[in-house]
Every structure is written in C-alpha cells, then in structure tokens.
C-alpha cells in the first residue's frame, strides 16, 4: 500500500456484519477474561486499562503502519515518548548522546532528571555524523537524535549516526515529530526507536497530547514496553481516538502544509527584514543534502532570523498579527509565529546571528491571506522607533 492508503485503511474494525469506519472509544480500567486459562497466559495482549485497549491497539497499528517496525507504543504526551524511550536503555552509570539541537524538555530531562540517577549526557553537534563515534565511549548507550533540530533546523544525517551507535551497542532513538513520520522513515535508515509527539501533526487539531514511541525489532519493542509498565503510563482512550481520526487526514494535511510552508519560506526570503529563512528544503539550510537524501518532503514548521530590530518594532510586529497565533506546540491546522532563543539551548554548538529567530507553523488557511497577515505586521513593525533587540 502507498502512504496515503495506508493511512487510510490501517487500525480499523474489521468485525462484521456491522463496524463503523473508525474504531469506536473504548474506556476500560477492568477487562474481563473469558477463562481461566485467558487470565494465566495474559501477556502484552489486552489485560488491563493502563496498557491500552482497542482503541489505543488500533492507533498503533495505524502509527506502525506509518513508521514500519514492529511494535508502536502509546504514551501520554510527546516529552514523556522521548523520557520513556531513553529510560527503557539506560542506568546509572551510562551516557546518553544527545543532538545539541534536540527540543529544550528533552535536554532538560537527561541534565536535570537523568542526572540525578547517576546517568551522563554528552551533547553532540547535530551536523556531525561518522564523527560522532569520536565521542563514543564503552557506557554510551543512546544516541538520541531530532532531524531538524528544535527552532534551527539541521537536518542530522541518520544512517551515519546508526551505524555510530550500532558498532559502539549504542541504541539510536529518533524524534520524528517534524516529518510526522509522513516524509521521514528513520527505521529504514537504521534507527532502533522513533518517537513522535502525536501531539502536532498525527492528532493535527491542537485539541490532545500524546506520544508514540515505534520499535524496530522485538527485544526493542519488550525495553520499551517494560519501561512504561514500570513508570505507569496510561493514555486516555478519548485522546487515543482522536488521534487515530487525525490520521486519517494526515496526508492531505501535510500536502498542504507543506506548500505553504514553501511558499511563505520563498515570500519571506525576499524581504528586506528577513537575513536568513532556516528550511531544510531550501539549499542554505544547514544539512539540506541529508534531506534530499533521506526525505521525501518537508512539514509546516520552519524558521526565519531577522535582522537586528528594536524591540518596539518587534512587538508591534507579534501584536499586529490576526492570523498567526502566538501559542507553544505545533501541527494543528491553525498557523503560528513565535520568538524563539535558540542561543538559550546550546552547548555543543553556538547560535551567534544577531536578528531575532521567529519559528513559524504554516497552517492551511489560504496562502494569500497568510502573505497579507505577515506584509501588515511588518509594515506596523516599521512605524515603531526604539532600540535594537
Ligand atoms: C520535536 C518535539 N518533540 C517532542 C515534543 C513534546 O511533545 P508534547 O508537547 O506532546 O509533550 C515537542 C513539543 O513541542 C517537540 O517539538
């Protein structure tokens, strides 16, 4: 099956005579076994609320089916795939290599959270790749990626890292949440773990968080599983559902996220405000060729630096918008533009440019309509004096 059939057809009833089209919420804490001998053999099968029920079997298939591998994991938001994820290969005593570039919870997670376990993170320059084994060391057992990075947007080369990790007994973990798994399929390129905040693209609506977490083989799939037995993650079913039913667009979706996104990419690398566009599909974006090589197309979110404004003008700039929401998250259908400090999140690496960086979701209102939205607040922008930020 192509990608948008799959997406379509993948995590539904198949009960006859009567089904609906989409699995129906099922809320569970109890199941029932039918024998005896049903309640001694349990397993990973549906045995109990907080490790899912049919709906949340089905989303699962539907995100396996995306990604490939072969088990995929719910988990209630986005951060705690990528905590759950990390933990299920880690104890004290080892080391995590992280990007340097990875979304700011993520790093916070293992300087803060990991550290008080005994449990080491070393933070790698995203753009490395062969050189990263220089790093390596016998207790390194996770390479934990995120292509593009948070707010910059290198694109990490993946099987470079893989076979890194691999020859050092490293496990390669992916944050795959940019591409919605739609235009990336790290399992193909090596990885041993993708998570994605289903949170942005898969539920697509802005209205629930949740996680997935996809493993490439079966002793993955048991890690991963016992790591959220033990922590006791459960999803709600309703969030389950809703997600499942944002998959069944996703394709579309991305379609035209993605031409907007380029078009608003393209208008604003030709104003006179903008110093950078920061794309990966565009050919000054730091790792473009490991996105043509590795990708089949590019998301919603994107950045742009500024140059240098007072900080007036940058107010009246965010404060002139009516279209572009300024709100955390992103995926949703809605289209937003935020002021990010990626010099905040960075050690391996240093972000120097003088401008402020905006990170802008393109949503699927009409691109005209975005254009004049983003023209009027740079032309309220230029009436305001003040200080350079
Ligand atoms: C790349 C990336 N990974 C993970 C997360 C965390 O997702 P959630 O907000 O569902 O916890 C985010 C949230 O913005 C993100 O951007």
């Known amino acids: 099956m192509k990608e948008k059939t799959k997406l379509v057809a993948s995590g539904r009833p198949r009960k006859r005579p009567f089904h609906p089209v989409n699995p ?28 899912g029920g049919p709906t949340h079997r089905a989303l699962e298939e539907a995100v396996t089916a995306l990604e490939g591998g072969v088990e995929t994991r719910l988990a209630p938001s986005g951060l705690q795939a990528v905590n759950a994820a990390i933990l299920a290969f880690v104890k004290a005593g080892d080391r995590v290599l992280m ?89 193909s390129l090596g990885a041993d773990v993708v998570v994605q905040a289903g949170t942005k693209y898969l539920g697509g609506h802005s209205d629930c968080l949740i996680g997935a977490i996809t493993s490439a083989d079966e002793d993955t799939a048991q890690s991963i599983y016992y790591a959220l037995l033990q922590i006791g993650s459960n999803v709600s079913a309703d969030d389950a559902w809703l997600t499942l039913r944002g998959m069944r667009t996703l394709g579309a979706r991305m379609q035209a996220h993605e031409k907007n996104a380029l078009a608003l990419a393209k208008w604003l690398g030709k104003r006179a405000e903008v110093e950078t ?113």
């Open 99 to 187: 990007a340097d570039t990875v979304y700011d919870p993520s790093r916070k997670f293992c300087e803060n959270f990991l550290a008080r376990f005994g449990v080491e993170t070393t933070f790698y320059n995203p753009l490395a790749g062969e050189s990263l084994a220089d790093l390596m060391t016998p207790n390194t057992k996770v390479v934990f990626a995120e292509s593009p990075g948070s707010l910059t947007f290198e694109v990490q080369d993946i099987p470079a890292l893989a076979a890194v990790a691999h020859a050092g007994g490293a496990k390669l973990i992916v944050d795959n949440t940019w591409s919605a798994g739609v235009y990336l399929k790290p399992v």
């Open 24 to 51: 129906a919420v099922e809320r569970a804490s109890t199941y029932l076994f039918p024998t005896y001998d049903d309640y001694i053999e349990g397993g990973r099968k549906i045995i109990y609320g907080r490790l």
């Open 277 to 389: 566009v920061l794309h990966p599909a565009l050919k000054s974006s730091p790792g473009h060729a490991h996105w043509k090589r590795d990708f089949s197309g590019s998301s919603g979110l994107f950045g742009i630096v500024l140059k240098p404004v007072p900080t007036a003008q940058l107010k009246a700039f965010f404060n002139s918008l009516r279209l572009f929401g300024m709100g955390f998250s992103w995926g949703g259908f809605e289209s937003l533009c935020i002021h990010v400090r990626p010099e905040k999140y960075r050690t391996a690496t240093q972000w120097t440019a003088p401008g402020p960086v905006l990170r802008i979701h393109a949503g699927l209102e009409d691109i005209d309509d975005l254009i004049a939205d983003l023209e009027r607040a740079f032309a309220v922008m230029k009436t305001q004096k003040g200080n350079a930020t």
